[in-house]
């Protein structure tokens, strides 16, 4: 599977932990903690750092599909270049053929692998958090990324009450921290160049106890190291910037799941929204 193409290795373990043995979770816990360079260090010594045997680790890699640690450290060095991959280094020349096909091709793509690789406990979930009219909901991304966080806490608006989109300069974020506690949940979305500012607020957000859900790509942002839900979509584009279909996919399924989860909740909800529209 490609760096590209497919899920990363954090994308497979966490879709796949239910898989392995007490001892290889620790493995997998321990790279997911520092990825990906808990992986590139030698076999002894990521077993040594999460309190296991080298073959341990090896049997951990083989259940991903690697054939030996070389390939595995591989891999993940083609994530880490994928990963500080910018506008510039990615390039945009001119696909073969009609450019419009060749980018409705790879979106198509990206939704598949998105649908495919999403896990599913991690969404039902994330559905399940967002469908708690208990829980304040917060939502902000970075610099494309946050048009997406408002367009979903548009819908989510009519749905639920105590939906904020965070917005305004960085500085002003943390304003909001003061009001945010263990019963918040914050959806975050961010794909490469990952944002610093979303990460340190995404940090202290995580210290107050608040329930952190990353909307990111295949490579995942740092953020999934303390978010407690990772949702990752596949990005990939014949473009100087990469697509957000995928990261759309799952807010629209998110929202769509929410409706079905609340039932005559939501349809009250709605049918309130319309008596305000016609006035009556």
Known sequence: MDSEGGASIAGQLRRDLGRLTPNERRVAH?????????????????????????????????K????????????LKAELAAQRETPLTK?????????????????????RATAE???????????????????????????????????MAA???????????IEGQPAAWFDR???IGKQDVIILFDIRRYSDDLLVFAERAARQGARIVLVTDQWLSPISKVARHVLPAHVPAPSVWDSSAGLLLIVEALTAAVVAEQGGTARDRLEALERLRRGD
Do not use: W
């Open 30 to 62: 321990r790279l997911l903690a520092d990825y990906p360079m808990a992986g590139l260090d030698t076999a002894a010594r990521f077993g040594e750092a999460a309190g296991v045997s080298a073959p341990t680790v090896l049997r951990m890699i083989a």
């Open 91 to 111: 390039g945009g020349t001119r696909p073969d053929g009609d450019p419009l096909d060749a980018f409705a091709l790879a979106a198509i793509a990206n939704l």
């Open 155 to 165: 819908h989510l608006r009519v749905l639920r009450p105590q939906v904020q989109h």
């Open 117 to 151: 690789n999403v896990p599913r406990e991690e969404f039902d979930a994330t559905v399940r958090l967002i469908a708690d009219r208990r829980r304040p909901l917060h939502l902000l991304g970075g610099r494309f990324t946050d048009a997406i966080a408002a367009y």
């Open 64 to 75: 991903l599909g690697f054939a030996s640690y070389g390939a595995f450290q591989d891999r």
């Open 177 to 179: 921290l003061l009001d």
